[in-house]
Structure formats: structure tokens, C-alpha cells
């Protein structure tokens, strides 16, 4: 069955989206930071950005990271190591006052040292199990939706943006709706 535009109802003017924009990549390259679906901040790096605002607005989003990466890994780190310091700092202030003898600082200062580790330890074994569910969903939400961008055309006598599978139609600035 031929596809046809929707509202005009002529295939002489339709083109595949994913046509539009992988025929604009020019060999140049962008950096950004924005905010992803989970909230968490990210960076990422475009190509094919000097091509028309057409193809920008037909273009999907970058396909989100499949790692957990090291980030929780370092902030955890951070909130541990933190309150780490501040205690041996403290028993090193209690020390030069009382004139304890080093045992008592070293002792403490493993204890400080295991709990951090200890700390550190249980809240990963928190926290990656629901990293690694958020990271699966965005992944399967993303591939859901490459799935019907994928099957999207563009049709320049309407200038829009229509799904052959359900007939739905959108303006190119606001694609997003169709997917
Ligand atoms: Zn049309």
C-alpha cells in the first residue's frame, strides 16, 4: 500500500524523517548539557547540528546511556569522605588538647575509616538496583520511540509530520507528540 500525506492526500512530496535528518549530517560536531528524563544531568555531543532546523526538529534524542557510569559511585564517595575528614580533623583537635596518646587517634581513625567503607558499601547496594531499573526503562522508552520515529515522513507541501501507521499528524516543532 503506498503512503500517502494525510492532510493532502498526495505522496509526491513526503519524505521519510529519518531520510531528512541522516542526509543533513555534516561533519560537525556540538557539545551540550540537558536535563534527562530521570533528572539527571547530561552531556552530550551532536552531529549534524549545521544542518537545517527542520532536520533539529525532526531529529530523536540521543539515545540515553546504557552505564550506570561512576557518577553515584563519586558522589556517594563525596558524602562519605566528607564527614571522614571532619572526624579525623576533630580527633586531631581532641588529640593536640588532651595529649592522648596515638593509639587512641589511630584506633579511631580506622573506625572512622571501616564505617565510611561499611557506609559506603550499603548505600550502593541500595541505590544500584534502582539506577539499574531507571536505566533499563529510559533504554526501553527510547527504543519505543526510535521505533515509531522511525516510521514517521515529512511532507513539505503541509510542512508536517505524520505516522502512515495511525494517520496522526503534527506540526515539525512539536514531532514529540507522535512519539
Ligand atoms: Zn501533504
Given at each position: 500500500?503506498?503512503?500517502?500525506?494525510?492532510?493532502?492526500?498526495?505522496?509526491?512530496?513526503?519524505?521519510?524523517?529519518?531520510?531528512?535528518?541522516?542526509?543533513s549530517?555534516?561533519?560537525?560536531?556540538?557539545?551540550?548539557?540537558?536535563?534527562?528524563?530521570?533528572?539527571?544531568?547530561?552531556?552530550?555531543?551532536?552531529?549534524?547540528t549545521?544542518s537545517s532546523s527542520l532536520a533539529q526538529s525532526l531529529?530523536?534524542?540521543?539515545?540515553?546511556?546504557?552505564?550506570?557510569?561512576?557518577?553515584?559511585?563519586?558522589?556517594?564517595?563525596?558524602?562519605?569522605?566528607?564527614?571522614?575528614?571532619?572526624?579525623?580533623?576533630?580527633?586531631?583537635?581532641?588529640?593536640?588538647?588532651?595529649?592522648?596518646?596515638?593509639?587512641?587517634?589511630?584506633?579511631?581513625?580506622?573506625?572512622?575509616?571501616?564505617?565510611?567503607?561499611?557506609?559506603?558499601?550499603?548505600?550502593?547496594?541500595?541505590?544500584?538496583?534502582?539506577?539499574?531499573?531507571?536505566?533499563?526503562?529510559?533504554?526501553?522508552?527510547?527504543?519505543?520511540?526510535?521505533?515509531?520515529?522511525?516510521?514517521?515522513?515529512?511532507?513539505?507541501?503541509?510542512?508536517?509530520?505524520?505516522?502512515?501507521?495511525?494517520?496522526?499528524?503534527?506540526?515539525p516543532n512539536?514531532?514529540?507528540?507522535?512519539?
Open positions: 500500500m503506498p503512503i500517502s500525506c494525510p492532510t493532502c492526500g498526495k505522496d509526491d512530496s513526503i519524505q521519510k524523517v529519518s531520510a531528512i535528518v541522516g542526509g549530517t555534516v561533519a560537525m560536531r556540538t557539545a551540550g548539557v540537558g536535563l534527562g528524563p530521570e533528572g539527571d544531568v547530561g552531556i552530550g555531543i551532536g552531529a549534524g549545521l531529529s530523536l534524542p540521543r539515545k540515553p546511556d546504557s552505564s550506570v557510569g561512576v557518577g553515584p559511585m563519586v558522589v556517594g564517595a563525596t558524602f562519605a569522605l566528607a564527614p571522614m575528614f571532619l572526624i579525623l580533623w576533630l580527633l586531631s583537635l581532641v588529640n593536640a588538647y588532651l595529649r592522648t596518646t596515638d593509639t587512641v587517634t589511630i584506633v579511631a581513625g580506622i573506625a572512622a575509616i571501616v564505617s565510611m567503607v561499611v557506609g559506603l558499601l550499603l548505600w550502593h547496594a541500595r541505590y544500584m538496583p534502582a539506577k539499574r531499573r531507571g536505566v533499563a526503562s529510559s533504554q526501553a522508552r527510547w527504543d519505543a520511540r526510535f521505533k515509531t520515529w522511525s516510521r514517521l515522513y515529512y511532507c513539505k507541501r503541509d510542512d508536517i509530520v505524520f505516522d502512515p501507521g495511525t494517520g496522526a499528524t503534527s506540526p512539536a514531532m514529540s507528540s507522535l512519539l
